[in-house]
């Protein structure tokens, strides 16, 4: 699971750069060089989220695994 989701979340940031990133393209924040620095805040966000995500998954795997009634 947790690679999976590690995969999803690297294909989605790729996918938004590659995007961002086209060539032939010249636009306003890429004109002043701020596209790099709106593209390293996004990223930052994925992988806070990720990262959130993680440690809630072992936070509840460990209640679960504490629970005696687990069925």
């Given at each position: ?55 809630m998954e ?5 209640l679960e ?7």
């Amino acid at each position: 699971m947790r690679k999976k989701l590690s995969l999803t979340g690297f294909l989605m940031i790729i996918t938004f750069v590659k995007l961002l990133a086209q060539e032939g393209q010249e636009d306003f924040m890429n004109n002043i060089g701020k596209i790099y620095v709106v593209i390293a805040v996004i990223v930052l966000i994925f992988i806070g989220i990720f990262a959130l995500l993680i440690q809630m998954e072992r936070r509840i795997k460990k209640l679960e695994n504490q629970n005696p009634n687990n069925e």
